[in-house]
């Protein structure tokens, strides 16, 4: 049973949880833990948004549907809404990595804003310019660019999915896949347009099961007394 070792306030409750050799365990903030679920929900929600962004950018690449100009504004959203998502992970379980948790965050995070602006720029700009334009660009600094900002998303997912690994508490099939999808987008200057697009829904896939995966831990993560493992898909 819960021992009460603190009097209890009309917003905020605390309690210890008696270890299995009698000693209480520290107190817990329950309603801290209670004000973070919306929040984990919230990235979830986001996370989804990407996904399906995500799966529609490459069902117009390869002319499943038409390139109209609302699935070309739609392309650099998936970015923001990933954005979030990944916010969301990093409070629920990236933090508990420690400096390499942070690390990892920081970076992953500006790799990500700055693939907004390279989609932005190849969605908005580029397809309203003459190929012979888009080549001139590409040759100056405008192409040294958006190669640093396409391998710096890679460095950066790489290290936010090892961050997230060496917790040991979201599970790893989505994070391997959210690495290998990952990889073709970020070298899309280097690989077919078919390994392009594979990458796309092969992302959109991990993105989506890592929002699940969010949503459903989402009252749990917080709780002293659940230990999220892997095997929580």
Do not use: C
Request: hydrophobic share 60%; charged share 10%.
């Amino acid at each position: 049973m819960f021992a009460r070792n603190a009097e209890t306030h009309p917003l905020q409750s605390s309690i210890s949880v008696p270890s299995p050799a009698g000693e209480p365990r520290p107190e817990v903030s329950l309603s801290a833990a209670v004000t973070n679920v919306p929040l984990y929900r919230l990235a979830s929600i986001a996370g989804v948004g990407s996904a399906l962004i995500l799966l529609v950018n490459a069902a117009k690449r390869s002319s499943v549907i038409p390139t109209t100009d609302l699935t070309q504004l739609l392309a650099p959203l998936a970015e923001i809404l990933a954005l979030g998502l990944v916010v969301g992970l990093f409070l629920a379980s990236g933090r508990r990595a420690g400096r390499l948790g942070t690390i990892a965050f920081v970076l992953n995070f500006v790799a990500l804003a700055s693939l907004e602006g390279v989609e932005v720029v190849i969605n908005l700009v580029f397809s309203k310019l003459p190929l012979t334009t888009i080549i001139d660009l590409r040759a100056g600094p405008l192409g040294l660019a958006l190669v640093a900002s396409s391998l710096l998303f890679l460095i950066g997912t790489f290290a936010f999915v090892i961050s997230l690994v060496v917790v040991r508490s979201v599970p790893r099939i989505p994070l391997a896949l959210y690495l290998l999808g990952a990889a073709p987008i970020a070298l899309r200057a280097f690989v077919p347009e078919w390994a392009l697009d594979l990458g796309l829904m092969v992302l959109a896939i991990a993105i989506a099961w890592l929002a699940g995966w969010l949503w459903r831990s989402a009252t749990a993560i917080d709780d002293p007394n659940v230990h999220l493992t892997r095997g929580a898909l």
